[in-house]
């Protein structure tokens, strides 16, 4: 089968990395649900009703700024000693807020727990130490809990590493103590809640961050986070995340930038510190969650808080892309767009409650955030993509700086259905085609829908982004166009069949070398080998292969594949004018299974089925690159068959696949994957070039759903570990089963998983969420004698892979005592 597409714009290729997958965190689709200042509770049918609708997004209470002076016991906003004239203007403010909007007796935080009974919500609880005591959030939360409601996360505190809390919280060090003594509280009442601590978001937001060398001890924000590093009683840190719209609180209304260009500036932001900031995290709280609880465009001082990007649509556009780069990082567990507050419309009642139920239209941000309801309800696993053919945009402003990705997407897997998710972002102006029969063809996948969202049409474009009301959007079902147009500024859903989680054996593009690939004569690395897919410049050089006179010339790699599993064998090609019989085999011993001739005598392809060569009709050009795909079925069967693509890599002139072609010998098992040169000695003299090799086997993927013991397993496959948890994989005194269930990694050369602490007779402990864990805590008040008790025995009850703070009291009675975790070998 042949196909080629004449398309009319820059034409991107999408890749989906199946082998690159993690658990999907689907409480990142979560909002900030503040509306303490709305004439409504969130048990009122009609808002019950539209969250529903969304899917049960993860939800915050009761919001940020107002949860520090919010008194849940009396209902109203206070202040703390030595608080500011501002602090007391701001709790009058929200005060009036309540007595405004039908709230004349204070807010009341019951109707909250009838909504988490109602929808079973994923919940986070602000909890307040600015204002109440641990004896008043102790009622509190006894009395949400006594409604059968439950609360899966507690984040304490609000933004309270600014100067501007420092009457309330001196410094770091109060606040560590008010938080272990609010954890203690929170774990007697919700003992399987995740407990947060408010991290600056400095690393995000600032142009620079101070490295690895000492700090100021007057920066607050730098010390807040260096010494909760130190620290082990949470189970996350929080962050907020505002990106910059180029303006600060000096600019005048009058001199507001157009949105377009404080997206611009946004969306850079995004692109340039992104990633940066939370992989510093990552390595930094090593083991902990993040919990992201506000996130969208900033710009709250001064006049430019009236700058309505949040708004339009190209303010949910950037959301968007904001919540997609978090579902692709693994410890960002939970996030909350904000607001949720500013996705319903009413008519104000006056100084009344609303009718319950009372019918809340929406806005734009409502049904832009709902779009990611089905791929975040109906998946599993999250992978990224690779794509190619796509322009690299300049960044704006200090913290956008760079050059930065024009089209970006994810990947939405069901792993038991065997379905999965496409979103694609273009997020600037040039519109770019996407051939959808080459897509299915390179993912082994069948697009069953494509739901795309772009700027009102009707509309011109500076118009359309600016809206508050209203986007365009196309739903495609059957049947399916050949290309897939990503115009300026939108976001689509390509709904598909197939696919599969794979594990890649080879990954090899030879900017580095050969690595571990064997060669013989006449096999060098050379930068005239570099195929046209070159990673956006940063690869250089491929494989060259010429010929001599010594026909023998080859390279060879080790591969061990069980044949029971699918597998895919992916290189580029390119041969001169006079080479003849260039192959790759895939080999089991000395037996030749796979036996492919890129280029036989007369320019064709051919392959080798028992004793006949056979040529399936392609002939290729010379001087031109092509990329082959060998998808080769299960081995385990008594007549072994392979499926071979050819695409061409410089036009679409080629497109050719070939289904069930069959083996020169059935295998087994593979064990060598092998390029040589099989040239007849008429023809001395020729090159051929060899680039990107991918090697990598498909699983069923209801396979990865990973069952008892599965997950371990896992662990030891990614890491290229023996399977013995006895194990010191890395000699870093940690066995390899202690790196598995304490959150490190097994081949750094050191012990970098969660520590554990004590605090006031509390020794604090976390343990990877896998329910075949099982830990002792032991102690003892002499080690001479070697007796050790049982203080207690956990055994894990969630099966999340993540990692979570168990408590023991240990209490502090002895003049000495010893603990140790112990933990019961695997089964």
């Known amino acids: 089968m042949v196909n080629a597409t004449v398309l009319a714009n820059p034409v991107v290729d999408v890749e989906l990395l199946f082998g690159h997958h993690h658990r999907l965190n689907r409480n990142v689709y979560g909002a900030n649900a503040y509306n303490i200042s709305r004439p409504y509770y969130k048990d009122n049918g009609g808002f019950v009703d539209k969250y529903n609708a969304l899917g049960k997004p993860a939800i915050r209470y009761p919001g940020g700024t107002a949860a520090n002076y919010l008194d849940q016991a009396t209902g109203w906003h206070e202040t703390w000693p030595g608080a500011t004239t501002k602090d007391t203007d701001r709790a009058n403010s929200f005060n009036n807020g309540l007595i405004n909007n039908g709230k004349s007796s204070g807010h009341d935080y019951m109707p909250f727990a009838n909504f988490l009974v109602q929808t079973d919500a994923a919940a986070t609880y602000v909890y307040n130490i600015t204002t ?11 009395n949400i809990a006594a409604t059968g409601a439950e609360i899966d996360c507690f984040e304490i505190g609000n933004e309270l590493y ?13 606040y560590i103590s008010k938080a272990q003594s609010a954890s203690v509280v929170i774990r007697d009442i919700f003992p399987n809640a995740k407990i947060g601590v408010i991290i600056p978001s400095h690393l995000f937001t600032n142009e620079s961050f101070l490295p690895d060398g000492a700090v100021n001890d007057g920066d607050r924000q730098e010390l807040w986070y260096s010494e909760l590093q130190d620290e082990n009683f949470f189970d996350a840190v929080v962050i907020h995340t505002y990106a910059s719209v180029g303006m600060d609180g000096s600019v005048t209304a009058d001199n507001f930038l157009s949105y377009e260009d404080a997206y611009d500036y946004s969306i850079s932001h995004i692109d340039a510190k992104f990633n940066e900031a939370f992989d510093r995290i990552k390595t930094d709280f090593p083991g902990k969650e993040v919990f992201v609880t506000e996130y969208h465009v900033g710009g709250f001082s001064g006049d430019v808080r009236q700058f309505r990007l949040r708004y339009s649509y ?4 950037v959301t968007g892309q904001f919540m997609m780069k978090m579902f692709g990082q693994d410890h960002i567990t939970l996030s909350s767009w904000h607001s949720m507050a500013q996705w319903f419309t009413y008519s104000a009642p006056g100084s009344n409650l609303l009718p319950d139920p009372y019918a809340f239209g929406t806005t734009l941000n409502y049904d832009f955030f709902g779009l990611f309801k089905e791929p975040v309800q109906n998946s599993d696993y999250f992978t990224p993509v690779r794509i190619s053919g796509a322009s690299t945009y300049n960044g704006v402003g200090g913290l956008g700086s760079g050059s930065h990705a024009e089209v970006e997407g994810g990947n939405f897997v069901n792993a038991e259905a065997g379905e999965g998710y496409l979103v694609l972002f273009n997020k600037q102006t040039t519109p770019y085609d996407v051939d959808l029969s080459l897509f299915e063809l390179a993912n082994g996948v069948v697009i069953q829908e494509i739901n795309s969202v772009m700027p009102d049409d009707s509309l011109p474009l500076v118009q359309a982004v600016e809206s508050e009301a209203t986007f365009t959007q196309n739903t495609v079902l059957s049947p399916m166009p050949a290309t897939l147009t990503l115009m300026p500024y939108s976001m689509h859903i390509i709904r598909y069949n197939g696919g599969g989680l794979t594990h890649v054996l080879v990954s090899e593009d030879f900017e580095g070398g050969l690595g571990d690939w064997m060669v013989t004569d006449d096999v ?8 046209p897919v070159d990673n956006a410049g940063a690869d250089t050089q491929g494989v060259l292969f010429y010929d001599d006179a010594n026909t023998a010339s080859q390279m060879t790699r080790d591969l061990l ?10 290189f580029d090609y390119l041969y001169t004018g006079s080479v003849t019989n260039p192959g790759v085999q895939l080999r089991q011993g000395g037996a030749t299974g796979i036996n ?9 392809v051919a392959y080798k089925d028992g004793s006949s060569w056979i040529k399936p009709g392609t002939e290729l050009n010379p001087n031109t690159w092509y990329r082959f795909t060998l998808n080769v079925q299960p081995a385990d069967t008594a007549d072994d068959r392979f499926d071979l693509r050819i695409q061409s890599l410089e036009s679409a002139d080629l497109d050719a696949t070939y289904d069930n072609l069959g083996f020169q010998n059935d295998l087994a098992d593979f064990d060598t994957l092998r390029f040589h040169y099989n040239t007849g000695v008429s023809t001395v003299g020729g090159e051929y070039r060899i680039d990107n090799i991918q090697v990598f086997t498909s699983e069923n993927l209801g396979l990865n759903i990973y069952p008892g013991g599965a997950r371990y397993n896992s662990f030891v496959f990614d890491h290229g570990l023996s399977g013995d948890p006895a194990a010191d994989f890395d000699n870093d005194g940690l066995l390899d089963y202690g790196e598995y269930v304490f959150g490190g990694n097994p081949t750094n050369g050191w012990n970098d998983g969660a520590r554990a602490s004590f605090h006031g007779g509390n020794y604090i402990f976390s343990l990877i969420g896998d329910s075949n864990v099982t830990a002792h805590v032991a102690s003892s008040t002499n080690l001479l004698d070697g007796a050790w008790e049982t203080n207690e025995t956990v055994h894990v009850a969630a099966n999340d892979g993540l990692m979570k703070a168990y408590t023991n009291d240990i209490g502090t009675s002895e003049s000495q005592r010893f603990i140790q975790l112990e933990l019961a070998a695997p089964e």
């Open 132 to 142: 109440m005591t641990d004896a008043q959030n102790r009622t509190v939360l006894e």
């Open 162 to 174: 600014y100067g501007q809390y420092a009457a309330a919280v001196p410094d770091v060090h109060d």
């Open 314 to 317: 190209l303010g949910a556009f």
């Open 524 to 531: 060098t690395i050379d930068s005239s080998a570099q195929s």
């Open 561 to 570: 594949v069980d044949g029971a599993l699918p597998l895919t064998i992916q």
């Open 596 to 604: 492919v001739h890129m280029t036989s005598g007369d320019g064709k």
